[in-house]
């Protein structure tokens, strides 16, 4: 079974100041891992996936199998940064992609 | 391309009422994907289809809950007869491979 657990339902943040949203997996294979964003009214983007190793919007994301997280981080968060974020999971070669619950990130500004 | 499309964008219906959401997905893609999000519980799968051919149903709650793709380029997802607890935002999405998804705006469902 693949399971994602993100363990902050909200988090605010003041703008400027550092951002991590948590999340922790649980798979028996190899796992790839995505993050995705809903800004206000909008609907789900892909934001980033492990694989790419790249840094979007100033977010980077590091898979730390040992750990079996994927913790998203910005050093300097931004006002246009609120929004709702899920982490997702799914095995090499499947489609299926599992959501955790989500995050509400909010900058204060 | 237009993207993933949805339709209708909201739903009001009445307790006992058949409802029915549409999706067109990105042409060339050969995934689609139901989910459902709720404040609870976040974002579900319902059911996915690979060549128009469902795979994995195992999220569709109860009978009450049917979806069809009877061609690469349409899927609906019927709920009769809907119940207050069915509210909810249903997403589509679609995807070529393992390469993400892309979903579309969603249909705010309200049963009342």
């Known amino acids: 079974a693949q399971r994602v657990t993100q363990p902050e339902k909200l988090l605010s943040v003041f703008k400027g100041a550092p951002v991590e949203l948590k999340c922790n997996y649980s798979?028996?294979?190899?796992?790839?891992l995505f993050w995705y964003v809903q800004y206000s009214r909008q609907r789900l983007q892909l934001l980033l996936r492990h694989i790419s190793r790249e840094s979007i919007k100033g977010f980077t994301a590091d898979l730390n199998k040992g750990e079996t997280s994927f913790h998203l981080k910005k050093p300097f968060a931004q006002e246009e940064d609120s929004a709702m974020y899920y982490c997702a999971l799914s095995g090499v070669g499947n489609e299926k992609l599992t959501f955790g619950t989500g995050t509400r990130l909010t900058i204060i500004p | 391309d237009a993207g993933v499309i949805q339709s209708p964008r909201h739903e009001v219906t009445e307790m006992g009422q058949e409802v029915t959401l549409r999706c067109k997905p990105i042409?060339?893609?050969?995934?689609l994907f139901w989910y459902r999000q709720t404040m609870m519980r976040g974002l579900e799968l319902l059911i996915y289809?690979?060549?128009?051919?469902?795979?994995?149903d195992s999220g569709m709650p109860e009978d009450r809950f049917s979806a069809k793709m009877p061609n690469a380029s349409f899927s609906t997802l019927k709920i009769q007869p809907s119940e207050p607890r069915d509210s909810a935002v249903y997403f589509c999405?679609?995807?070529?491979?393992?390469?993400?998804?892309?979903f579309g705006s969603g249909t705010r469902l309200t049963v009342v």
């Open positions: 798979y028996s294979g190899s796992p790839e």
């Open positions: 042409s060339g893609h050969n995934s």
């Open positions: 289809f690979n060549n128009n051919v469902p795979i994995d």
């Open positions: 999405a679609s995807s070529l491979g393992t390469g993400g998804y892309t």
